[in-house]
């Protein structure tokens, strides 16, 4: 049987796994963008080529860490739904083995 203890480790590897993914994708996702924009903005808006970038790299960044704590929470869901039927498996040949040597 799972400890108490690990689901949780199991979480908080997850979200700090997530935040890494996360951090690293939009720092990549700024500097290959940032060489795009103009050295000279034409048209003086409030928002100017590089902030939009770091913004867009921000929600893409956002959007891979939840990705990823998704699929590690399905990771770690799909394990332990394997580890409890394994489980009722052994009790069940447990369960028959000693009917058989009692009858």
Same mark, same amino acid.
């Given at each position: 049987?799972? =400890? ?5 480790? !199991? +979480? #908080? =590897?997850?979200?700090?796994?997530? %935040?890494? #993914?996360?951090? #690293? ?10 060489? !795009?924009?103009? &050295? ?6 409030? =928002? ?6 770091? !913004?867009?790299? #921000? ?10 704590? +998704?699929?590690?929470? +399905?990771?770690?869901? +799909? ?6 039927? &394994? ?7 447990? &369960?028959? !083995? %000693? ?5």
């Amino acid at each position: 049987m799972m =400890s108490p203890g690990r689901g949780r480790w !199991s +979480l #908080v =590897s997850a979200t700090a796994t997530a %935040a890494v #993914v996360g951090v #690293v994708v939009a720092l990549v996702a700024r500097s290959f963008a940032g060489g !795009s924009c103009p &050295e000279y903005d034409a048209l003086r808006v409030a =928002s100017s080529c590089r902030d939009l970038i770091g !913004s867009l790299a #921000v929600r893409v960044g956002a959007a891979a860490a939840v990705a990823v704590l +998704l699929m590690g929470l +399905l990771a770690a869901g +799909l394990r332990r739904t394997a580890e409890a039927m &394994e489980e009722d498996r052994r009790t069940a040949a447990t &369960e028959r !083995s %000693a009917g058989r040597a009692n009858g």
